[in-house]
């Protein structure tokens, strides 16, 4: 039975490898209910679970689900205490705390992009799960960890891209590192320092220095002026005392 298991779970690895992404190590997201039935079926998840799936893993949690831990009690003390071993993923909901299920779910939105596993005993959650393309999911059964065939709506949407009607999550994230290396897409950063607003200079029609060298201009033109009349004045006065003189 044991080496069967293992079979079933390599041929589902690899399934979910080529046309996923998924890769060592695998990072396994477990809520309440799986850690209660590891306890309950005396599982070493740290020891059991690489066995199984014959590679490195992570056991993840979050902190939606150790906080629903802590708030149902002394019942679930010990599979409280198995997740607290794990490792602490952020999730979203750093205001206010939601269910474990609703946490798990949300952390494996817009394609899984972080390749989790959903490990669970919840009914609901891997409903939910299994009608999302490309996520892995364990439960235990007979006090034996299971990694669960692909879901039918992961393989109509693997059929779906090998016939060209989809793209693979996996083959957008290879052709957008493919464009950012050669310099195709633009760093987010650089076009947020394009969108800044340049600093301008003041507006010539409100700067008043213009207005005070026009005033400048005028009054030196008309002194001029000025100067101009008071030289004629001088000049015909002069002229007027000499026709006087030779008169005289």
Known sequence: ??????????????????????????QILLDGTFCQAALRGRIQLREQLPRYLMGETQLCTTRCVLKELETLGKDLYGAKLIAQKCQ????????????????????????NPHHYFVATQDQSLSMKVKKKPGIPLMFIIQNTIVLDKPSPKTIAFVKAVESGQLVSVHEKQS???????????????????????????????????????????????????RKRKRIRNRSTSKVLSEKQNAEG
Do not use: W
Not at 10 to 26: M, S
Not at 90 to 111: D, I, Q, T, Y
């Open 1 to 26: 039975m044991k080496i069967t298991r293992q079979k079933h779970a390599k041929k589902h690895l690899g399934f979910f490898r080529n046309n996923f992404g998924v890769r060592e190590p695998y």
């Open 88 to 111: 602490v993923r952020n999730c979203p909901h750093f205001k206010s705390a939601v269910s474990g299920s609703e946490c798990l779910l949300s952390m494996v939105e817009e394609g």
């Open 175 to 225: 052709i957008k590192h493919l464009k950012e290396e050669r310099g195709l897409v633009k760093d987010p950063e650089q076009r947020r320092r394009k969108k800044r607003k340049k600093i301008k200079g003041p507006n010539p029609l409100s700067c008043l220095k213009k207005k005070k060298k026009a005033t400048d201009t005028n009054s030196s033109a008309s002194e001029k002026k």
